[in-house]
């Protein structure tokens, strides 16, 4: 019964800023690795950002300085923060919750960035 739940996306100008949401229920998120991955109409999709149970974080090198992802263990929320985005960061942003134990990975429904003038 675990349930990803993600929100915050919109429209924006490039040079723009937005914060998404992952509300995580049915379980625990602090003790899973966690991840935001995005996908652009056309494209695989990839890792933005992960986050350990340890809290360290690691970004891919087209986002790295310009987002941060963290946790809230009490809203039990994950959150990608993003600034100075580009129109090629336009995609469908995805919260990725990975259990290790069941090899299982569990998806929220996407939450859609666009970048735009």
């Known amino acids: 019964q675990v349930q990803l739940v993600e929100s915050g996306g919109g429209s924006v100008q490039p040079g723009g800023s937005l914060t998404l949401s992952c509300a995580a229920s049915?379980?625990?998120?602090?003790?899973?690795?966690m991840a935001w991955y995005r996908q652009a109409p056309g494209k695989q999709r990839e890792v933005v950002a992960t986050?350990?149970?340890?809290?360290?974080?690691n970004y891919a090198n087209s986002m790295k300085g310009r987002v941060t992802i963290s946790r809230d263990s009490a809203k039990n929320t994950i959150f990608l923060q993003m600034s100075h985005l580009k129109p090629d960061d336009t995609a469908l942003y995805y919260c990725?919750?990975?259990?290790?134990?069941?090899?299982?990975?569990?998806w929220g429904q996407g939450t859609q960035v666009t970048v735009s003038s």
């Open positions: 049915g379980v625990d998120m602090d003790i899973y690795f």
């Open positions: 986050i350990s149970t340890g809290n360290m974080a």
């Open positions: 990725n919750l990975r259990d290790m134990l069941k090899y299982r990975d569990y």
